[in-house]
């Protein structure tokens, strides 16, 4: 049997205030196409399909087009809720769409209820588990004392074994949780946000030993914790953070034993990402940028003095210029500015002034800066006395 690996689709979700939507078809008509290519039996989909749990209308009919596709293309999709979806949304009509071949698992009632598919082994048994908010299982037997996620994953799979799968059966296991393991690069990059307000909330792998595939999602890059355990990441980039790492699924194959061989299948990026860094004018004139030009980027300028209006001046050659920093060559780091107490310190508004603009631009303020400067903190101050 053969699988797909996909997750966190966020279907609605903006990228710096521009919509995805049509990015999103783009990436679901590939992945339909990868389906058909390799002769896919099931796409999985972990978690987070939708960006929000109020979609759009037009988010909708993205989804119901992809599904649409996935199935045209002779593959079943099992699809679980993440903590962006509305278990709910998701889950309405999911008994009809069962009988369609769209297996949605929003219900952690049902999470020990698997989806069972046949191969020329025999049958494979799907469980989705849905996103476990602590709080929202409390009703569920044997959930008294659940306090994380890794409690909550762990009530899930203790409920999972039970069913005698894993162990008799093939089985797979769909989750969306922060999994221990992951590296650093992974944890600094990433742009997806903490699932619990309090920090990360981690789920050891050890969690899903017996099972022959765990199919993760919440983390949009990449990674494989063990041979059978792995994120996809998400199908688009969505942080600048992302920028030059490839988009795409995990196409999994079982065999008469179990896991067999787990290959990566890269998806087009509709539109690269590009951090370009320089002054305002060699972000202009360098002709080795012209590359960029239809990518989304992040412009980091480096000129001594801020340049005015550099975000428009830009945009004229980078239509697609998202987010403008200013960084000057030998500013001290952020860490370093100015703080609350050496402000207490120097009192003098002046002095606090200068202090702040050396701080910013990485360089003492000219004889002629200083002199307007002086000239408007004794305007100020002037003015206050005379109220």
């Known amino acids: 049997m053969k699988l797909l690996h996909t997750s ?59 599904f649409r596709l996935i199935r045209a293309a ?21 008994e009809w769409a069962a009988a369609a071949g769209v297996h949605v698992i929003t219900d952690p009632a049902r999470l020990s209820e698997p989806v069972i598919l046949h191969d020329e082994h025999g049958p494979v048994a799907f469980f989705g588990v849905p996103y476990l908010e602590p709080l929202m299982i409390r009703h569920l037997d044997g959930t008294d004392e659940v306090r994380t996620q890794r409690q909550a994953l762990e009530w899930a799979l203790e409920r999972i074994r039970s069913t005698g799968a894993p162990g008799e059966t093939r089985s797979v296991v769909l989750a969306h949780c922060f999994a221990a393991g992951l590296s650093d690069e992974i944890r600094e990059s990433d742009f997806e946000r903490d699932i619990t ?38 199908p688009l980039h969505y942080s600048f953070t992302e920028a030059g790492l490839d988009r795409g699924a995990w196409l999994v194959e079982l065999d008469a034993e179990g896991l067999h ?49 550099a975000m428009r001046t830009l945009q004229q050659r980078f239509p697609h210029c998202a987010v403008l920093e200013y960084a000057p060559e030998g500013a001290p780091a952020s860490s370093s500015r100015t703080s609350p107490k050496l402000v207490r310190q120097l009192r003098d508004p002046l002095q606090v002034t200068l202090r702040y603009l050396e701080d910013v631009r990485g360089a003492e303020p000219s004889p002629e800066e200083v002199a307007i400067l002086k000239r408007a903190v004794d305007e100020l101050t002037a003015e206050r006395s005379a109220r």
């Open 8 to 66: 966190d689709w966020h279907i609605g979700r903006t990228f710096h205030g521009s919509s995805t939507l049509d990015a999103a078809r783009t990436v679901l008509h590939a992945i339909a196409d990868l389906a058909r290519e390799n002769k896919v039996d099931v796409v999985l989909v972990p978690g987070d399909v939708w960006d929000s749990t109020t979609p759009s209308a037009e988010a909708y009919r993205v989804l119901q087009e992809g």
């Open 261 to 309: 061989e787990v290959t990566w299948l890269t998806l087009p990026v509709p539109r690269q990402l590009a951090v370009l860094r320089g002054t305002l004018g060699e972000l202009l004139g360098d002709a080795s940028f012209a590359k960029h030009e239809d990518s989304w980027v992040k412009a980091v300028l480096v000129d001594p003095q801020r340049p005015l209006d």
């Open 197 to 234: 307000a309090g920090g990360l909330d981690v789920v050891p792998v050890s969690c899903f030993e017996g099972t022959d595939y765990v199919a993760l999602g919440h983390i949009h890059t990449r990674a494989t914790l063990a041979p059978s355990v792995r994120y996809s990441g998400s």
């Open 74 to 94: 002779g593959a079943q999709l099992i699809v679980t809720s993440g903590n962006h979806d509305s278990a709910v949304r998701l889950g309405y009509q999911a």
